[in-house]
């Protein structure tokens, strides 16, 4: 589609996104933890051997944070994106760990259909992934989102 906005209209059941990758570092793993989620096995090599995770790993809010990152950037930036009412089945199904690549995907698996509370707007259901170096799932989500449906006017053109 290049630069042109996607509308709601504009996505179907099985399009996937590639979003790209992040690649993951202590010095933002550290930072996140110690200001949103001060967990001791988030904070520090030594407290993630204690606990069992065999060294440092990231807060999954952390993890739900790069996923969003990549959304925005390589998916939302160029659509006519409105709101999000929710997230269903948010799954963090092993540790992320410094070094490691995460590579985002969104999928379409459900809309667009009527909003009940924006005529002007569908929503849809986008399976959204990060997937670790090795391609094993690391962070799996659905999410909701209220996209804009075309312009009339654009439409009729």
Sequence with gaps: MGAEMRYAEDFAPGDTFDLGSVEVTADELLAFAAEFDP?????????????????????????????QR?????LLSGAAVAASP?????????????????????????????????PDCSVLRHRCELTD????????????VLFRKRPREEANA
């Design 86 to 118: 929710g997230v269903d089945e948010l799954r963090w199904f092993s540790p992320v760990r410094p070094g490691d690549v995460l590579r985002g995907t969104a999928t379409v698996v459900g809309g667009p259909g009527p909003s009940l509370s924006r």
């Design 133 to 144: 170096t090795s391609g094993r799932p690391v962070f799996r989500m659905t999410l909701h």
């Design 39 to 67: 967990q001791p096995f988030h904070l520090g090599e030594e407290f993630g051997e204690r606990h069992g995770f065999g060294g440092l790993i990231a807060s999954g809010w952390h993890t739900a944070a790069m996923f």
């Design 70 to 74: 990549l959304y925005v950037d390589g």
